[in-house]
């Protein structure tokens, strides 16, 4: 059973590049959720998907766009990277709130 | 302004002696709670849940306590293991208002010393 699949694991971005980050589950949930974890900090919500089509933003939306095509598929875009984005990001998906399931995250570094 | 609080950064215990973490709330919307527990370089994975309508919920070593009036929220693990030494976070959330999202406490290290 895979779960949920982050990729990549890490990646080192230069201010002003973009890239996204990529999320799959095989579990069939409905709902998929991205969380970034600061040093010392809980996990912020920056986006959710209720299911394919629909998305919506978290606590912490801005710089982060996102899009819902598959139930299966979740990326998390980032436009013009800023040192303020350097955290971990981690993916989850669930069918109700106690079946949350993590990806192993992706540590991304803004320089 | 935090909806989720743990105030304890960290938290050192004996192996074989009781672990208490705790958590405290302040939107009176949540009626879900959960812990999560998390090993460095992995993502969190679900520990243990408790609905507003219960007080105490037991899943063999761990047991999560639920005071709604002073809003809080306890997770109990007896006998801890040095395999407990992790980040704990406390997670809540409003289904009965149709919000599934997790809102989540800063997390308390746990340390547990052999």
């Known amino acids: 059973n895979a779960g949920v699949t982050q990729t990549p694991k890490f990646r080192i971005l230069k201010i002003g590049q973009s890239m996204t980050l990529q999320c799959t589950q095989d579990?069939?949930?409905?709902?998929m959720y991205w969380y970034r974890q600061d040093p010392g900090m809980g996990l912020k919500l920056i986006y959710y998907?209720?299911?394919?089509?629909?998305?919506d933003k978290g606590e912490v939306p801005n710089g982060y766009n996102v899009s819902r095509s598959t139930t299966e598929d979740f990326p998390l875009r980032l436009e013009l990277a800023a040192p303020s984005q350097t955290s971990v990001y981690f993916c989850a998906s669930s069918y109700i709130v106690d079946g949350y399931t993590f990806g192993s995250g992706t540590r991304l570094t803004v320089v | 302004d935090q909806q989720v609080k743990q105030n304890s950064p960290s938290l050192s215990v004996q192996e074989g002696r009781i672990s208490i973490l705790n958590c405290d709330y302040t939107?009176?919307?949540?009626?879900?709670f959960l812990w999560y527990k998390k090993y460095p370089a992995e993502g969190p994975t679900f520990l243990i849940s408790i609905s507003s309508i219960k007080d105490k919920n037991e899943d063999g070593r761990f047991t999560v306590f639920l005071n709604k009036s002073a809003k809080h929220l306890s997770l109990h693990i007896v006998p801890s293991q040095p395999g407990d030494s992790a980040v704990y976070f406390c997670a809540a959330s409003a289904p009965r208002a149709g919000s599934y999202q997790l809102t989540f406490g800063k997390g308390t290290k746990l340390s547990v010393i052999p």
């Open positions: 998907s209720v299911g394919a089509g629909i998305t």
């Open positions: 579990m069939n949930h409905n709902y």
């Open positions: 939107n009176s919307m949540f009626d879900y």
